[in-house]
């Protein structure tokens, strides 16, 4: 930022502006042992808008490797979409968690 002088104007002048990319998340899925495989897929169709097959496929692999991406988003969009499966599992009482990373 620069003052404008000589004018008798005063307003700042911004030199360079720099624009950056809006940053991206990963909604990342954890495993436990007690939510149902179903349940898994019913949120993965629900909220992330997944196919049966593909949502079977995400479930099956969190499963196995105990965590996994589900889906990348803004900021916004991937803190909206964790608040929403957090609040469909309480409803029916399961623990299911997912977090949300930088990619
Ligand atoms: N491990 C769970 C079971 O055996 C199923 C499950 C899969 C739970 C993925 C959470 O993110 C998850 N019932």
């Given at each position: 930022m620069a003052e404008n002088r000589g004018s008798g104007a005063k307003f700042a002048v911004r030199r360079t502006e720099k624009l950056k990319e809006p940053g991206k998340f990963r909604v990342i899925l954890l495993n436990d042992d007690y939510t149902t495989m179903d349940f898994v897929v019913e949120i993965l169709m629900l909220v992330?808008?997944?196919?049966a097959e593909e949502a079977g496929r995400i479930m099956m692999d969190v499963h196995c490797k105990g965590r996994g991406v589900v889906a990348v988003y803004p900021w916004d969009i991937a803190q909206t979409k964790a608040e929403q499966v957090h609040s469909l599992a309480r409803e029916r009482q399961f623990p299911l968690r997912c977090v949300v990373e930088p990619e």
């Open positions: 992330f808008h997944k196919s």
